[in-house]
């Protein structure tokens, strides 16, 4: 189960020099990223979301996303959450908070 | 680490990829790639673009293509990096088009299984000639997307079976959300299907876009491919199709494996992928034969020896005494020498070959372009036009320093083009030519069409947007919103709708500026034929052409010259069809046959005509700007008719030549030369340098350096990194050879100003003969002039401007009869005796007038003339109910009706017809016994037809004829107006000269014309012609005419406008209109 995308707020995201997120703070909370991450990028409706679609204009047609599992330092309880990153300022929002961690899919 | 991107589609795929070969190639470099490859979806259209561009970023072209293999998904073809590889790639290529057309309704391209296997193997069984990469468009990655394994496992094995050891599988990630298309677990899947198959995986990123911010232009033209908008196409499912740098595809062969229960590595995947690309490295000069030019062998035109010495024999037979002139002498060896060095005496003769085939079908040819500028091409009887006699220089058309191929360019008549390229199939066999190809690319109205589709906009909104954009460049739609008059209201739109929180117009106006210069389909060039060796078709993939059964190159007229290939350029132009029908007319009726090679240049009549610039129909000549500036020029003779035409271009006139040259001409300004050597070559101009010629002629005897060089400098002095250089040598060489420093300053000024903005004379010398040609014909045989315009429509103008203009000079034009007309227009002796000084000819109306009448039924109109009543046209011609009805409407079946009645009763016919057809319609046909006559019996189905209805007032005859014809034959369009016009106190065309500069004029008439050339001050000027029934007024609109005028400048169609008298010249009077109007929009 997850949170609808109308509850979706503001995160920080730190990443390595890949791009890929190794801690997040969330409500005043640090959390480290642990486990491999998984990503992707999702497709945006960006001709009903967005006024102007300029040539150049970053982060129009997708936006990156993670699936991350982090642990609160203090409580080591874990959680599997997506966050995304929009362009092109650079900022992270919280999609999702997963119940039950998903598992990658398995390859025959 | 360095990795090759083997799958990249550039713009060249069509509506699917983003970005130029050349963007790709940058892009590529920049990453520190070795190679690229280059694999447009179903041709290799980009390939000459890729090879040059990776030679000029120093990378290794790979080249391939993206195919559909008949019922096994798309898959990525890449060649062998050899000749056998490119050779069996273009002909899988080709063979992949086999059976498709150049019409809208073709299947698309693909080609089986079997067929790519025979391009695959080479002549020793262990080597591969094409690999065949299966993706994720591939029945296998179609199969691993679905979790189909053991189908995915089947169809691969299928493929190892038929093609062996060329099979790759290509492992995509675009990154898609887990579980997708384009998913990493989906490379993951294929990655394991390949292993279990053991068959070699490479990593690719099907690339479509340069760089993600493509994306979205990306997304349109995924919508647009299946016409549909962006909320229901089936588009990418992100923008991550991109041309990634190495570390990122190593990042990506690393998630790939990490995934995958696959043993392998990512380090395997991207050997692999190495190892494949180090196969397929193409040699462009030795695999492609790039570079180096292609020419039929001599031995296929007839030629045993060798082609020099043919080549030589046949210049001095058709010099023949001419040879005595020590100046002929020496120019053909001259000549002969560099075509000798350079190896292009095949060449030569080829096109000379060719010319004869045109000329042997009895088909008007005339040469054009900067070959004229040959002596050889003179001799060869290529050209009628003597070099020596007109100053033109061989080095501006060849030369040892010239590194492009020769270019002779032949005009022909366009109704016979088609059957001169078959001709020439024919005569050098189709292994050996092929028709050239061009791409159509994006422009303002189709980009904003398409981009309105897009977003999902009503067609009609659509079309109205698209009727008011006017020639300006799709990428700079935002701007031209803010300096474009006739877009303020469009812009006032957009700001509200902004305003209110609405962004349509604002996508619109981004989407379209994206879609710019996209290459959007291919089409047959209109001219170009490649001629090659017996190899041609293993050097270029072709495809249908528009031409019925033969075939065009993939490649277009800009890879040609790079890629070595030789076309000829015959140009099927339209005045030339209409020289010859006016020519057969003559003779028909009058016996008369007419050598226009030999008319005399020097002809009063004709310079006569010229100079009253009526030159409506004569080539060259007719348009507002060019009548005007006869009308300045006043030209005397044919050398004035050349300086005429050269003036007239966007260089001279943008570069301000023609003011100068007129004010010398006509002594308002004395003719100065800076130095007496300069005299002898800028005389014929008075000393403004106009033509290329001049330019060359002037670095030569300045600097001393040869014609050839001076033609090398011409060309630097439009290349902006090259003027620099070019100046520090003309003024350290002028200066050694003794010029004066105030001669090089002012002649350096001209040079740079003037040089690389003039116009070549050999292209203006071209061109004024058959300007002159058809000046005479409409001086001396205006009816059968005006029957060749009518027929082939060559200029710039509606027939119904051109009718006008036959019954301005008073040739009678005769209305469409079924008994009479044809297909064609043709001359009738008039049946009224003529009185002296009146004309015994009129133009009877062609039966192609009527807008919806089929071939079909004009051939059996044709065929079953004369009829005697409506009846025998119904049974013997059967036209349509809906053709028989036209006919009845305009006239065309008057004759049948009783004598003396004529028009009165033509809807009493149409009722009748209508009536009739419909009672008809509901019996059974009677049968029809074949071979039985017709029996001449009395009409009585018309005598007795009720008198009942009015017969049509003379508005209802010419809005008819507007409707269901191209023309209003039997008055002027005008007439339909004259409420309006009555109180509108306008002055006429007929009555403008008489008006004095500066007087205020209301003036009105329909559209002929719309030109926006190019000014000197690079502001836009308007130039709007009008018909007004007694001849055409020129409106002229600047900033302010522009502004109060609006969206309907280039929409409306009856237009009436005010402004102020300003005359230029003797004959030449425009109007420079403050406003103007939509009449349609008044009286509404």
Request: one cysteine or more; a negative charge.
């Amino acid at each position: 189960m997850t949170l609808t995308a109308g509850l979706t707020e503001a995160v920080e995201v730190v990443t390595d020099d890949h791009g890929c997120p190794v801690h997040l703070w969330w409500q005043n909370r640090g959390y480290d990223v642990v486990a491999e991450p998984v990503r992707w990028f999702a497709r945006r409706r960006w001709w009903i979301e967005e006024a102007r679609a300029e040539r150049g204009r970053a982060g129009l047609v997708a936006q990156e996303i993670w699936r991350i599992q982090i642990q609160d330092p203090q409580t080591a309880s874990r959680s599997t959450v997506d966050v995304g990153r929009s362009l092109p300022a650079d900022r992270w929002r919280l999609l999702r908070i997963h119940e039950v961690p998903a598992e990658p899919e398995e390859v025959e | 680490m360095t990795f090759t991107h083997l799958h990249v589609a550039s713009s060249f795929s069509s509506h699917y990829g983003t970005a130029t070969p050349a963007e790709l190639a940058a892009a590529a470099a920049a990453s520190g790639a070795e190679a690229l490859a280059l694999t447009d979806r179903d041709g290799l259209y980009g390939a000459i673009q890729h090879v040059a561009a990776c030679a000029e970023h120093g990378v290794t072209p790979l080249l391939g293509a993206d195919l559909a293999v008949a019922g096994y998904g798309r898959v990525t073809v890449l060649a062998h990096g050899s000749a056998d590889g490119y050779t069996a790639l273009c002909r899988a290529v080709s063979a992949a088009h086999r059976g498709t057309s150049a019409t809208g309704s073709s299947p698309d391209p693909q080609l089986s299984r079997e067929t790519l296997a025979q391009y695959v193997r080479g002549a020793q069984a262990s080597s591969c000639r094409l690999f065949v990469l299966l993706g994720p468009e591939s029945d296998v990655g179609l199969a691993a997307a679905a979790r189909r394994y053991r189908a995915a496992r089947t169809a691969l094995r299928q493929w190892r079976q038929a093609l062996g050891e060329a099979v790759y599988v290509e492992l995509v990630t675009h990154l898609a959300p887990p579980g997708e298309r384009l998913s990493t677990a989906h490379a993951a899947r294929m990655l394991s299907v390949a292993e279990t198959c053991r068959t070699p995986s490479v990593l690719t990123n099907a690339v479509r876009l340069c760089a993600a911010e493509q994306a979205a232009t990306a997304d349109v033209l995924d919508a647009v491919r299946v016409l549909s908008d962006l909320n229901s196409a089936p588009l990418q499912p992100n923008d991550q199709g991109w041309l990634k740098p190495p570390d990122q595809m190593r990042r990506i062969a690393e998630e790939i494996s990490a995934v995958s229960t696959s043993s392998a590595n990512a380090a395997q995947i991207l050997t692999a992928t190495a190892e494949l690309a180090a196969a397929c490295r193409l040699n462009p000069a030795q695999h492609m034969s790039y570079g180096s030019p292609k020419i039929p062998e001599a031995s296929v035109i007839g030629v045993q020896g060798s082609a020099e010495a043919e080549l030589r024999l046949r210049c001095e037979q058709g010099l023949g005494e001419r040879l005595e002139e020590p100046e002929v002498h020496r120019r053909l060896e001259h000549e002969l020498a560099i075509i000798a060095d350079l190896g292009f005496a095949g060449y030569f003769l080829t096109v000379a070959e060719v010319a004869d085939l045109i000329t042997g079908l009895g088909v008007r040819c005339a040469a054009r372009g900067s070959g004229v500028s040959s002596l050889v091409v003179h001799a060869l009887g290529i050209s009628p036009i003597d070099p020596l006699a007109h100053g033109l220089i061989f080095e501006r058309f060849l030369s040892r320093q010239r590194t492009t191929l020769p270019d002779i360019d032949l005009d022909v008549e366009s109704a016979r083009r088609h059957e001169i390229y078959r001709k020439i199939f024919e005569r050098f066999g189709a292994q050996r030519v092929t028709l050239m190809s061009m791409q159509n690319a994006y422009r303002i109205r189709g980009a904003l069409r398409d981009a309105g589709m897009a977003l999902g906009m009503p067609a009609e909104e659509i079309d109205q947007l698209a009727d008011i954009m006017w020639r300006f460049p799709a990428c700079e739609f935002r701007q031209a919103l803010e300096s474009k008059p006739e877009l303020k209201q469009l812009a006032e739109r957009l700001n509200a709708e902004r305003l209110s929180g609405r962004a349509q117009l604002d996508l619109l106006v981004d989407l379209t500026e994206r879609l710019d210069r996209l290459p959007r389909h291919i089409a047959t060039h209109p001219c170009g034929v490649i001629l090659g060796d017996k190899n041609l078709l293993n050097l270029t993939p072709v495809q249908p052409s528009g031409v019925t059964g033969l075939p065009m190159s993939q490649f277009g007229k800009d890879d040609m010259d790079p890629a070595g290939f030789i076309k000829l350029d015959i140009l099927g132009v339209r005045m030339q069809s209409a020289i010859a029908h006016c020519l057969e007319e003559v003779e028909r009726t009058t016996g008369q046959r007419i050598d226009l090679d030999a008319i005399d240049d020097e002809d009063k009549p004709t310079f006569d005509l010229i100079r009253s610039t009526n030159t409506l129909g004569c080539f060259q000549i007719e348009s507002p700007g060019q009548r005007e500036l006869v009308g300045k020029l006043v030209p005397q003779t044919f050398e004035d008719l050349i300086v005429d035409i050269s003036l007239f271009r966007p260089g001279p006139m943008g570069a301000g030549m023609v003011r100068p040259y007129l004010e010398r001409r006509h002594e308002f300004e004395p003719v100065r030369y800076l130095h007496p050597s300069l005299t002898p070559i800028l005389e014929e101009t008075l000393g403004v340098v106009i033509y290329h010629e001049q330019v060359l002629r002037i670095f030569c005897t300045m600097t001393g350096c040869g014609l050839d060089e001076a033609d090398g400098l011409r060309r630097g002095l439009s290349e902006g990194d090259r003027i620099a250089g070019i100046e520090r040598f003309f003024r350290a060489e002028a200066a050694e050879h003794g010029y004066s420093q105030e001669v090089i300053d002012e002649i350096w000024r001209q040079l740079v100003s003037f040089g690389s903005f003039g116009f070549c004379k050999a292209h203006a010398v071209a061109f004024a003969v058959p300007t002159y040609q058809s000046a005479w014909l409409k001086a001396h045989h205006p009816a059968a002039f005006m029957a060749g315009l009518f027929e082939h429509d060559p200029g710039m103008y509606p027939l119904r401007l051109l009718v006008a203009e036959a019954r301005r000079l008073g040739i009678p034009v005769l209305p469409m009869d079924v008994n009479r007309s044809t297909g064609h227009y043709r001359l009738e002796e008039l049946t009224t005796t003529p009185q002296a000084g009146q004309p015994a000819w009129g133009i009877r109306m062609a039966l192609t007038t009527l807008k919806k009448i089929s071939a079909a039924e004009i051939r059996r109109i044709e065929r079953e003339q004369p009829f005697d009543s409506l009846a025998d046209v119904r049974d013997r011609a059967t036209p349509r109910s809906s053709t028989l009805k036209a006919l009845a409407q305009v006239g065309a079946l008057d004759s049948f009706l009783p004598e003396g009645t004529g028009r009165h009763r033509r809807h009493d016919l149409y009722a009748w017809i209508e009536r009739s057809g419909r009672l008809r319609a509901k019996q059974p046909p009677p049968p029809q016994v074949h071979g039985q006559l017709a029996l001449p019996l009395a009409d009585t189905e018309i005598s007795q037809l009720p008198a009942v209805l009015p017969g049509p007032t003379d508005t209802e005859v010419i809005s008819t004829e507007m409707a269901l014809t191209t023309v209003d034959s039997s008055g002027h369009v005008m007439s339909l107006y004259r409420e309006q016009l009555d109180a509108a106190g306008l002055t006429y065309a007929e009555k403008l000269l008489q008006q004095r500069s500066g007087a205020l004029v209301r003036v009105a008439g329909i559209r002929v014309a719309t030109q926006t050339p190019p000014m000197v001050s690079g502001k836009r000027v308007v130039f709007i012609s009008l018909d007004d029934g007694t001849g055409l007024v020129d409106l002229s609109f600047f900033e302010e005419g522009q502004a109060n005028t609006g969206e309907i400048l280039f929409t409306a169609r009856m237009i009436m406008a005010e402004g102020t008298i300003r005359r230029t010249g003797p004959r030449a009077v425009t109007v420079q209109a403050t406003r103007a109007w939509d009449m349609d929009d008044v009286s509404r």
